[in-house]
């Protein structure tokens, strides 16, 4: 029987190689990431990871600092994975914030030192493609997931802080890079699955079902190679938004709101069915042996109706929004990848939303974004002075991406929000391995952003705002060195510029009582200095432990709180002068650990985010001054245990686990565990999948199997059980 170290063991290990490193650091790496065409794991080596196959995705391909990835197989195997971020699900120090399956307006994501309320924090891309929605910052400003299934993954890598000059200042957080598959022969998939929740609170107790079907054929022949995904989605999610009050009313349930005080709810709305349709082609042409221009199609459809039920009375219940979409997204790319003296490439993307419309009963009114989208242009070279494997890896690129926002809302006051935003960029960044054991990776990005245009209407009220620029410079720099065989330090720092979104400046939210939200064209671009410094050990049986000491430090930090007593509750963008985050990561994962087939990984993060100042929009002088970062908790962690009990069969069981957070900037909401609060939960899952042939998988599941009841404004999904059967040619 083989023997493996303890896990205290293992600990000190890391730990000892942590202490015994630079007293300074800046972010620290791991590097590029990539898999085989038939979807095989990378292979991890110290300082870089390097390729087993010849596709990569589209991070750089040399960066030594913090990258976490899952193939599409691991994923398929121990995840219920029901949309594309259920992929994250146990990577460390991560979140999507999905309320219900198919949640297509507020699965944001949130990273170590940004919470739920600042989307625009992070980048996700798939293929090269951007799918981050960074028109705005907040909730319902969620990546476009639906453009990925699934069944598609290939594999995804993250990259932890900005410490690549490759990405625009919105890679604070972290970079998502989806991989998906192309095939190198002939392939179809089938899926079919089901789910139900049972969900009981206040006054609410129903079982709320769905289903999903999805195919896919690829081949390729010659120099053509082709891929085509089809998926559709019928899910009810969880009633997510509840009518309350202050007054005793029969019939309405008793409560408590955020701040502690008594409530009454009368009951719910916003109890989405939503039905999404997914379609996306891909084709690829090798022009040489190394070169090869590839297209993507995407087009994504969602229907989805709004319920609200009374307590108080039935007759009361009604649908009470509609929203229509319908988003096409285009791109294209010519690219070398020769791996020696010079490689480049060239892509170009468009996402627009053809229709966009989300019509309101309750206040008569109807939002049309039809119009808006936004766009992307790059150009990159990857040079190797002494060819591959040689001292320099030489990247640079020029970059534009555009953004364009068309709101018209009909009815009540009538108002319409316009702007633009467009960032040009220039980078360039040497990977140098000057000495045996050692690599440095110096960057350096160029920035130069412009918004125009910018236009709000409210009623008669008609506001042009002057057009605005700015430039800046955000320098990168990394380091690792291998200390012994096995043994790795790195440590990496960069800094960040986040500019404002279109939507922070121009877009304001009419309703029938007025605005919700106030627009505010002055705002200032956020400025972040990170850096991290880690230890990673490798120990036999593909056992790794990693400990990483990151900081970030942000001036002019962009969050959107409600103004002080103000009535109707207003909303405006603020910039909060400074908000520091100092934490801890450990992570561990193995292969075969104490028994064959039997694969751990687990991650615990510790974050002490707080507020420094804010001269900012504050109730009294020095409110928010000591306080916790919106929705930063203190404690975060995930644990995934894997057993492949025979050729068969795996069971899966998994955790997650976030301490108690705040949703205001002045940490009034002290009640997280009901409607508008945000709370801290535990949360545990099962998976148990059985391979019926070589082509027939079928799978069973439960999502919070232990039934917490936690929240995030909205309530998250109790305990939900899932089906599916699985068919690969």
């Known amino acids: 029987m083989k023997h493996f170290p303890s896990p205290r063991a293992r600990a000190a290990v890391a730990l000892s190689a942590c202490l015994c490193g630079s007293a300074f650091a800046d972010e ?28 990569r995705g589209s991070l750089p391909s040399q960066i030594p600092t913090t990258i976490e990835g899952v193939t599409g197989a691991q994923v398929q195997a121990t995840v219920n994975a029901t949309d594309s971020e259920d992929a994250l699900k146990y990577l460390p120090s991560l979140l999507v914030r999905k309320r219900y399956i198919g949640d297509y307006n507020h699965a944001v994501l949130s990273t170590r030192a940004s919470g739920t309320g600042n989307s625009a924090r992070s980048l996700v891309y798939a293929d090269g493609i951007l799918l981050s929605n960074l028109l705005g910052n907040g909730a319902t400003f969620a990546p476009r997931w639906g453009l990925v299934t699934p069944e598609e993954i290939e594999r995804v890598d993250v990259l932890y802080g900005p410490f690549s000059a490759a990405y625009p200042g919105n890679s604070v957080g972290a970079v998502v890079d989806y991989l998906t598959r192309m095939p190198g022969k002939f392939e179809a998939h089938a899926l079919a699955g089901g789910f139900a929740q049972p969900f009981r609170l206040y006054g609410t107790d129903t079982t709320y079902t769905g ?141 627009d939303y053809g229709t966009d419309k989300s019509s309101r009963t309750t206040t008569a009114t109807t939002t049309d974004l039809a119009g808006t989208g936004w766009t992307t242009l790059s150009a990159r070279g990857t040079w190797r002075p002494e060819g591959e494997g040689g001292l320099h890896v030489i990247e640079a690129g020029l970059q534009q991406d555009g953004y364009r926002l068309h709101t018209a809302v009909s009815g009540g006051a009538g108002s319409r929000f316009d702007g633009n935003t467009r960032l040009q960029s220039a980078w360039g960044q040497d990977a140098w391995r000057f000495a045996d054991g050692w690599m440095a990776v110096l960057g350096l ?121 103000v009535t109707p509750v207003t909303n405006s963008v603020q910039n909060v002068d400074h908000v520091r985050t100092t934490g801890l990561e450990a992570v561990a994962q193995g292969e075969n650990v104490l028994l064959r087939g039997l694969d751990l990984q687990g991650s615990v993060t510790y974050a002490d985010s707080k507020i420094v100042a804010n001269s900012g929009y504050v109730s009294t002088p020095g409110d928010t001054a000591g306080k916790w970062q919106p929705r930063v908790p203190r404690w975060r962690a995930s644990a995934l245990a894997s057993w492949r009990a025979t050729d068969r069969w795996t069971v899966s069981y998994g955790a997650r686990y976030s301490g108690r957070q705040y949703g205001s900037l002045d940490n009034s909401d002290t009640n997280g565990f009901t409607y508008m609060g945000t709370s801290k939960y535990f949360t545990t899952d099962l998976r148990v999948r059985f391979a019926i042939d070589k082509q027939w998988h079928a799978a069973f599941g439960i999502d919070n199997l232990n039934d917490y009841q936690y929240w995030n404004f909205h309530p998250y999904p109790q305990r939900t059980y899932s089906a599916e059967l699985r068919y690969d040619l």
């Open 445 to 565: 990005r160029g920035e130069h952003w412009q918004a125009y245009q910018g236009f709000t209407r409210t009623g008669a009220n008609a506001y042009p705002h002057p057009g605005r620029s700015d430039t800046r410079l955000s320098p990168k720099a990394a380091l690792s060195h291998q200390l012994a065989d096995g043994w790795v330090l790195k440590a990496s720092a960069g800094r960040a510029v986040r500019f404002p979104t279109v939507s922070e400046l121009y877009q304001g939210a009419a309703t029938a009582d007025g605005i919700s939200n106030i627009a505010n064209p002055d705002l200032r671009p956020e400025r972040s200095w990170t850096s991290e410094l880690s230890s990673e050990w490798t120990l036999p049986e593909a056992s790794t432990l990693r400990l990483t000491l990151f900081h970030e430090d942000t001036r002019d930090a962009l969050f959107s709180q409600a103004l002080p007593n």
């Open 211 to 351: 289903w999903q079907t999805s195919a896919s054929l690829g081949n390729r022949s010659g120099d053509w190679s082709w891929w085509i995904n089809a998926n559709r989605l019928d899910s009810e999610g969880q009633p997510l938004v509840f009518d309350t009050t202050a007054t005793p009313t029969p019939g309405a349930v008793p409560g408590t709101d955020k701040t502690g005080k008594p409530w009454y709810i009368k009951g719910t709305s916003t109890q989405y069915r939503t039905m999404q349709d997914h379609l996306k082609l891909k084709l690829a042409y090798d022009l040489s042996t190394d070169v090869r221009a590839s297209y993507t199609l995407g087009w994504w459809r969602n229907d989805a109706d709004g319920r609200s039920e009374s307590y108080i009375d039935p007759s009361l219940n009604a649908v009470t929004n509609h929203d229509v979409l319908e988003h096409r997204m285009q791109a294209l790319s010519l690219k070398q990848n020769a791996r020696g003296f010079f490689d480049w490439e060239l892509a170009a993307s468009v996402y």
């Open 28 to 55: 620290a790496g791991l590097a590029t990431v990539a898999a085989a065409d038939d979807g095989a794991a990378p292979v991890k080596r110290l300082g870089v990871v390097t390729v087993t196959g010849a596709r």
